[in-house]
Nanobody
């Protein structure tokens, strides 16, 4: 069993920055890929960024490339999402997820464990 706890959401003006963190319990953290997803009402959950088990490979959805950075610290069992240049369309609930395997995954069906979500609101 893996428990994930997100922190760092909040309200920020357009152009601002936020850093999300996700602390994981359990000994399997360093052996699985991790992802950040976001969801707005009426829309499907979207993979924003994902990272492989050692951090060597990453994925970003086109809309955040160049603005968001995913990273992980396996010694701290924590994954991060640095969000710069935030836009109102980034407003969503952001979820951290632990994958089923060690590699980058972008479909929510490839993730076994989810955090409770943290709200990010970007005002214009």
């Amino acid at each position: 069993q893996v428990q994930l706890v997100e922190n760092g959401g909040g309200l920020v003006q357009a152009g601002g920055s936020l850093r999300l963190s996700c602390a994981a319990s359990g000994r399997t953290f360093s052996s699985v890929g991790m992802g950040w997803f976001r969801q707005t009402p009426g829309k499907e959950r979207e993979c924003v960024a994902a990272i492989s088990y050692r951090g060597g490979r990453t994925y970003y959805v086109d809309s955040v490339k160049g603005r968001f950075t995913i990273s992980r610290d396996n010694a701290k069992n924590t994954v991060y999402l640095q969000m710069n240049g935030l836009k109102p369309e980034d407003t969503a609930v952001y979820y951290c997820a632990a994958g089923r395997g060690p590699f980058v995954a972008v479909r929510h069906s490839e993730y076994d464990y989810w955090g409770q979500g943290t709200q990010v609101t970007v005002s214009s």
